[in-house]
């Protein structure tokens, strides 16, 4: 199953020893190859084609049962093992969108970057390295962050997206406008994407009023000119929606759940 076993579950002891245990999957996961990736389309709604896919991270436990990002990010971040967990997780990403563009298959790969990773010393030069590694091109690369990210060091962060970009590496603001910041980083940083949240895709049933937190998004996109992605789109009616209100690309379970790379889809109808 997809969602995976918890390794927190209400049955089990509370505090260190579970802690302890989530510390351990983690550890022995960066040692045995237990990162899994799986793959989620970003569609344009104008063309029906996948224009990129968001890269999601898995834990394979012991049993085999993929474990969810949910269970073992927060604990990885403060540990700082989320580093050497983020690392295998980009050498698989990246070696994949290799075998994409290799099979004439060009598409950009959305790769999630928690705080903690961005604003380690070492990050710069190791996700060049992964790319040069792989082979791929840097404008097919996506970095997504967090707005919590941006008001943490503005200025080292600021240096190393224009490097960044500069290479050719976009950056999308995920949770775009769930956070507490104001919107005037938006023009001190090379932001290339704003993810739209799901909590305002959800309210999206019809009713003309539902919209007007997306509208709102998608309409400064539109007037800084990078691309908006909503994510989280479940119904048809809500792929509608979105596509009337000028959203470059729709993410979510109405086109596909994450899947393995084997199983991705590229083609989609509205
Ligand atoms: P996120 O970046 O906001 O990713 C979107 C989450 O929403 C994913 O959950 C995805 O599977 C889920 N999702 C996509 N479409 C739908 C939909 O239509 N309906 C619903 N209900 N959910 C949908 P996932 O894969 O469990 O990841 C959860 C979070 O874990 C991500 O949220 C991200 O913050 C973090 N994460 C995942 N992979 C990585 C990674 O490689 N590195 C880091 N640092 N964080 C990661
Ligand atoms: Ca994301
Ligand atoms: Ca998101
Ligand atoms: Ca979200």
């Known amino acids: 199953a997809l969602g995976g076993v ?3 579950s209400e049955e089990m002891e509370s505090g260190f020893t579970s802690r302890r245990l989530c510390f351990t999957r983690i550890k022995s996961a960066i040692a045995n190859q237990g990162v899994v990736v799986l793959y989620q389309p970003q569609i344009n709604p104008v063309s029906g084609d996948v224009e990129a896919v968001e890269a999601l991270m898995r834990l394979r436990d012991d049993d085999g049962q993929l474990v969810s990002p949910v269970q073992f990010i927060g604990l990885a971040e ?6 050497p967990l ?7 990403a990246l070696d994949q969108l290799g075998r994409w563009c290799d099979d004439g298959l060009h598409i950009r790969m959305c790769i999630n ?3 903690v990773q961005f604003l380690d010393a070492h990050f710069l030069a190791a996700i060049l390295k992964a790319i040069e590694a792989c082979g791929v091109d840097p404008k097919l690369v996506e970095l997504e962050v967090t707005e919590s990210l941006m008001m943490k060091h503005l200025d080292s962060v600021r240096s190393d997206m224009q490097k960044l970009r500069a290479l050719g590496v976009s950056i999308s603001i995920d949770d775009f406008g769930t956070g507490f910041s104001s919107l005037s980083y938006l023009r001190e940083l090379p932001v290339d994407v704003l993810k739209i949240d ?8 019809g009713d ?5 937190l997306v509208r709102t998004v998608a309409t400064l996109a539109k007037s800084i000119g990078v691309l908006s992605v909503a994510e989280g789109v479940e119904t048809e009616e809500q792929a509608r929606h979105l596509k ?3 959203v470059s690309l729709l993410q979510g379970y109405h086109f ?12 989609y109808s509205l």
């Open 244 to 246: 009337d209100l000028g």
């Open 78 to 83: 403060e540990t700082r093992l989320i580093i």
């Open 6 to 8: 918890c390794f927190f």
């Open 198 to 205: 799901k909590a305002f895709v959800d309210p999206l049933r």
């Open 86 to 92: 983020g690392e295998q997780m980009i050498r698989i």
């Open 113 to 115: 970057i928690s705080p």
């Open 256 to 267: 596909s759940r994450p899947v393995p790379a084997d199983q991705l889809n590229t083609r």
């Open 208 to 212: 003309p009023s539902d919209d007007v």
